[in-house]
């Protein structure tokens, strides 16, 4: 990567933050516009064809209705959304997402995770953290265990993920079930 210039990595690797800080009143347009920045010339100026790419991401995920509002006056779900669309819209060959379903409601984050297992269908390598196993069973393939104090581990996510791996990693009794041939894990209540 080090031999690599920054507008060639800018076009191979796309990275979707947990969160952020908006400090400019830019609209959901021009941030993701931004994600076309590898593409384009110095003081280049986005073309009909960054633009119809733009919209396509933000198609993608539902929110072209928030096309003009801006950025910074969004919810932290709306925005991270947007982060998400402006990944897409660099067209990346790797995206990397740092809790990808942050701050986001049941549905949406549903939404996020069936949209990046599709990316991945489609061909794009994808490397997400995430704190819940859950999602690593809905959509990996492989996974990267890792606790404080353990030797991180990978393998398939099922065989990886086991009720003791995940019981030592979160410090209490996991349950793992197999309902509506999906694999889910849970924390049973502990009784008072």
């Not at 947990?18 to 010339?41: I, K, W, Y």
């Not at 280049?44 to 919209?55: E, K, Q």
């Not at 606790?147 to 030592?168: F, H, Y």
Request: charged fraction near 20%; aromatic fraction near 4%; hydrophobic fraction near 45%.
């Amino acid at each position: 990567m080090h031999a690599l210039a920054r507008r060639e990595l800018g076009r191979l690797v796309g990275m979707v933050p947990q969160s952020d800080a908006p400090v400019f009143a830019f609209t959901v347009r021009e941030v993701v516009e931004m994600g076309r920045a590898p593409h384009l010339g110095w003081l280049g100026v986005p073309g009909a064809t960054d633009r119809d790419i733009v919209l396509a991401a933000l198609d993608r995920l539902g929110i072209s209705g928030l096309i003009d509002r801006l950025y910074p006056e969004l919810s932290g779900g709306e925005r991270q959304m947007v982060l998400i669309a402006r990944a897409l819209a660099q067209q990346p060959r790797l995206l990397i997402l740092d809790e990808p379903t942050s701050h986001l409601d049941f549905a949406n984050g549903l939404r996020v995770l069936e949209l990046v297992r599709s990316l991945a269908d489609d061909g794009l390598a994808v490397i997400m953290t995430s704190h819940d196993p859950n999602h690593a069973f809905l959509i990996a393939d492989r996974t990267l265990a890792m606790a404080p104090g353990q030797p991180a581990v990978d393998g398939a996510t099922k065989q990886l993920l086991t009720e003791a791996r995940l019981s030592a990693i979160y410090g209490r009794a996991v349950r793992i079930v197999e309902q509506d041939g999906r694999t889910i894990c849970f924390a049973p209540a502990t009784p008072r």
